[in-house]
């Protein structure tokens, strides 16, 4: 069974810049999730989907970010514009159910903003 | 007071000695307890997976959870190399309920 896959793996921009980030969910999962994690820290949850419809996007900021799930399987996360604070991995995952305990994360993209 | 305390580490300890890591909480309302393994440049994934109070044992690792204190434990025993990377503690109230991520605990193993 095909993990969640992530891209790009690894992301330099300047401050200011945008970036996008996608996320393939395991097959079947209907809920997806993105999750912040700077480093030395644990993951922080951003905005979570069940099909395509957001359950919780408490802690997005807003004003800088945006997520969207369309046709409720793949994701895309954006950031725009960036701040030096968005340096961070940015983990999606993914979950059969609304059981949020037992989620799969995938690799990470790697965001560094100079 | 933050939800869930976690020393960061890092630890090191010998290949084949027991391994106690643990996490601390203020929420008494937090029923379900996981705990991660996060290697280098990967994401987490979960290692254990218990709800409310007790014991539960799967091959080397072991995790506990002691309500009454408010406190949870991750056993692994006879460690290896391979254990070597951050774990990190995870609870939520109810099934579908926000994960709350400890800061994780690094763990070396010394070969």
């Known amino acids: 069974e095909a993990g969640v896959a992530q891209s790009p793996r690894y992301k330099i921009i300047e401050k200011r810049q945008s970036v996008a980030f996608w996320c393939n969910p395991i097959?079947?999962?209907?809920?997806l999730y993105w999750y912040q994690q700077i480093l030395g820290q644990g993951p922080k949850l951003l905005i979570q989907?069940?099909?395509?419809?957001?359950?919780?996007d408490s802690q997005l900021p807003k004003d800088r970010f945006s997520a969207e799930r369309l046709k409720g399987v793949d994701s895309t996360l954006k950031i725009q514009p960036a701040k030096l604070e968005d340096s961070a991995v940015y983990l999606c995952?993914?979950?059969?159910?609304?059981?949020?305990?037992?989620?799969?994360f995938g690799e990470g993209s790697w965001l560094t903003v100079v | 007071q933050k939800e869930v305390e976690q020393d960061p580490g890092p630890l090191s300890v010998p290949e084949g000695a027991i391994v106690s890591l643990n996490c601390t909480y203020s929420?008494?309302?937090?029923?379900?307890f996981m705990w991660y393994r996060q290697y280098s440049r990967k994401g987490p994934e979960l290692l254990m997976y218990?709800?409310?109070?007790g014991n539960k044992e799967d091959g080397r690792f072991t995790a506990q959870v002691d309500k009454s204190s408010k406190y949870i434990s991750l056993f692994i025993r006879d460690s290896q190399p391979s254990d070597s990377a951050t774990y990190l503690c995870a609870m939520s109230a109810n099934r579908d309920d926000k994960i709350i991520f400890g800061k994780g605990t690094r763990l070396h193993i010394l070969p």
């Open positions: 097959s079947g999962h209907a809920t």
């Open positions: 989907f069940q099909n395509n419809g957001v359950v919780d």
């Open positions: 929420n008494s309302a937090f029923q379900y």
């Open positions: 218990t709800y409310s109070s």
């Open positions: 995952a993914s979950s059969f159910g609304q059981a949020g305990n037992t989620i799969y």
